[in-house]
């Protein structure tokens, strides 16, 4: 009897040994892999037993059927995330199935100015290899992708949503995740420094974003913008034309360093030279205090105002149009029309 019980502890000892023997076998790292590492895209939609013939099959692991099992085992097979993996010299299969449930994935990071336009973000994706201009088209060519991103039913474009910020994003995140980031920021910074906007109906938050665009593209000293804000609202409330030269500025796509008289007579609803009331949409997408300015405007009599200092970016404001024609007067050398 107590021969039997030796040689069972014997045998489970040494099956023991040889699962541990094969275990390290198949989980060892693959010699293939490059000194400066490997990056492998794990694509929407990919299952286990995908990723693992193609893992094999680019030599990054040593065994396939070991990859499934072990995805099993950790339950990865129910939490596989998309993205690219770096994957570096020594890494066992299970190095790197942890760094698939841990998200350890490769990013991106981008930055966007205030004050860019729709237009001249997509460029910046572009150019940082965030998204191509075929994702791009194809994406804003389905009828529903502004709500796909959050966006209210009532915006034709997405501009004055996608808040100007540096963004660090997984690289390889569908376009859909990546405009939706920018509108998510856009509402969390608004939440947190303008506590009023969701009393607003629609329309008057709408008509704040939009004028807010407008300021941002107006005001470079960022004291003077709850200024400008009120001047604007004073003229609408008064139906007078707004008269800004950044509304003209979108009108011709390409910014000019100065605006000629013909510019200010170009038929466009956005040419707020011409039509009296805001433009139709915002003309770019504001920082948090163009928008802070937008909602909390400084109040006033104010009605004009004219670029006093290029360099500092200050103006001086009128409260009559006889008292503008001498500001006019008094800084005709500055540039542009204000």
């Known amino acids: 009897m107590k021969t039997i019980i030796k040689l069972v502890i014997l045998l489970a000892i040494i099956g023991t040994a040889g699962c541990i023997s094969g275990f390290l076998l198949l989980n060892r790292a693959s010699s293939e892999i490059p000194e400066k590492g490997i990056e492998f895209d794990i694509r929407p939609g990919d299952y286990a037993s995908a990723i693992a013939i193609r893992l094999k099959r680019e030599k990054l692991i040593t065994s396939s059927f070991f990859f499934k099992v072990m995805t099993r085992i950790s339950g990865l097979d129910k939490r596989l995330q998309s993205g690219y993996l770096q994957i570096q010299p020594g890494e066992k299969t299970t190095d790197i199935i942890n760094n698939i449930l841990n998200g350890k994935f490769s990013t991106i990071t981008f930055t966007i100015p205030e004050g860019y336009n729709f237009k001249e973000i997509n ?15 194809d994406f804003t060519a389905l009828p529903d992708w502004l709500v796909k991103i959050g966006l209210p039913t009532y915006c034709k474009t997405p501009e004055g949503f996608m808040f100007p910020e540096t963004y660090t994003i997984r690289k390889g995140s569908s376009i859909t995740k990546i405009y939706r980031t920018m509108v998510n920021e856009f509402y969390s910074r608004l939440k947190s420094e303008v506590s009023n906007y969701e009393t607003l109906s629609s329309k008057d938050f709408y008509d704040r974003i939009i004028l807010a665009s407008i300021i941002e593209k107006e005001v470079r000293a ?21 008269q800004s030269c950044a509304t003209v500025q979108y009108v011709l796509g390409k910014p000019k360093e100065r605006l000629l008289e013909n510019d200010l007579f170009i038929e466009s609803p956005y040419n707020t030279y011409l039509n009296t009331g805001l433009p139709p949409s915002p003309i770019s997408n504001p920082g948090i205090n163009a928008l802070k300015a937008a909602f909390n405007p400084a109040k006033s009599d104010y009605l004009y105002f004219v670029v006093k200092d290029p360099a500092k970016g200050t103006h001086q404001f009128s409260k009559t149009y006889e008292e503008h024609l001498k500001a006019q007067s008094r800084y005709k050398s500055i540039k542009g029309f204000q």
Not at 123 to 137: A, C, G, H, M, P
Not at 222 to 242: D, I, P, S, T, W
């Open 123 to 137: 460029r910046v994706l572009i150019d940082k290899n965030v998204l191509t201009k075929k994702q791009i088209d």
């Open 222 to 242: 960022q004291n003077e913008a709850a200024v400008v804000a009120g001047v604007f609202l004073n003229r609408l409330n008064q139906n007078m034309k707004l």
